[in-house]
């Protein structure tokens, strides 16, 4: 299925998102939209009770950065809040811990609290040094889950807040 202009094409976002997105298409497009809807909130529960393996909620974003040799380390500098930003931290997390960081490459983590200002964020690196996988913000990413597709939903009368709560008010319409 070719999707344009939706998440699922991002590349902020995480495998959870794009997996749901392209599946609750295949179900609208054969006419299942009540069971794409049920499936969607079933999803956003999933997030907020931890149950999501967090490999799947892993933002990956392309990091730039450049040697500094006068200094003898990695430089940011050419990102204006370099420190606002949660990939930077991740690659500056990667470094600190003796991974290989290439510029341009991509740079994974996990949001573990977004109610922090700078958010909170964990260099992905179960597969390369065998970490746990970090804890992750389950209300982040129920938010995100609920925004997205609720932008879809929509078109069925579920709306972004009516996804998070898991239940609609009937309208006059419904009946």
Excluded at 33 to 49: H, Q
């Amino acid at each position: 299925m070719l999707i344009r202009g939706y998440e699922v094409r991002r590349t902020d976002s995480f495998q959870l998102l794009s997996s749901t997105m392209e599946e609750m298409f295949e179900m609208i497009l054969d006419g299942a939209t009540l069971a794409a809807v049920d499936m969607t909130k079933s999803r956003i529960d999933s997030v907020r009770e931890g149950e999501v393996d967090a490999a799947q909620l892993v933002i990956s974003r392309s990091c730039k950065g450049r040697w500094d040799s006068r200094r003898g380390e990695w430089s940011f500098d050419v990102y204006v809040k370099e420190d606002g930003l949660p990939y930077v931290r991740a690659a500056k997390e990667r470094i600190s811990r003796g991974l290989q960081f290439t510029p341009g490459m991509k740079v994974g983590y996990v949001v573990t609290n977004a109610k922090k200002s700078p958010m909170q964020v964990s260099a992905w690196l179960v597969d390369e040094i065998g970490d746990e996988p970090p804890d992750y913000d389950r209300e982040y990413y129920a938010g995100r889950l609920a925004k997205s597709l609720g932008r879809i939903t929509e078109a069925f009368g579920w709306k972004e807040q009516e996804l998070l709560r898991g239940s609609r008010q009937s309208s006059l319409l419904d009946f």
